[in-house]
């Protein structure tokens, strides 16, 4: 999984036509948690294309993250922020439900943002996809 950010020519582009920020209902929604003095909330949805209407060998899926964030004070929100970030992945799109990316793309940030990975993201990335309970069974 790789995030897009502007630099990326064309990529970022393509993935905000396949998945615009007005394409909500999402395939997963995390609901409110509270967490580090906010309350916060992940939508997921993605869309299947190949390599070359990616733009990127190797891409099966544009993911898109809608981050909602309510800041508290004294058990009040006083200040909200909304966005979105986009991402490629390699993964092929049947074998994980959106809840399962967005659990690895939370658990990634959380050992970027700590210096080591979370428990239960390690312990998902220990174990062979196949295996995996939240591969999506078809």
């Known amino acids: 999984m790789i995030g897009l950010k502007g630099n990326q020519s064309g990529i970022l582009e393509r993935a905000q036509i396949k998945l615009p920020q007005e394409f909500f209902p999402c395939g ?33 899926q544009f993911v898109a993250v809608w981050r909602e964030r309510h800041y508290l004070r004294g058990g ?11 991402y490629v992945s390699s993964t092929n799109p049947r074998d994980y439900r959106e809840a399962a990316l ?3 793309m939370r658990g990634h940030w959380d050992a970027v943002e700590n210096g080591f990975p979370t428990e239960g993201m390690s312990a998902w990335a220990r174990t062979p996809p196949e295996s995996r309970s939240d591969r999506k069974r078809t």
């Open 102 to 104: 967005l659990d690895a």
């Open 76 to 86: 009040r929100v006083y200040q909200e922020e909304q966005e979105y970030s986009y």
């Open 28 to 60: 997963h929604d995390s609901g409110w948690v509270k967490e580090h003095g906010r309350l916060t909330r992940w939508r997921i949805q993605r869309k299947c294309v190949s390599p070359e209407e990616a733009g990127l060998c190797g891409c099966r």
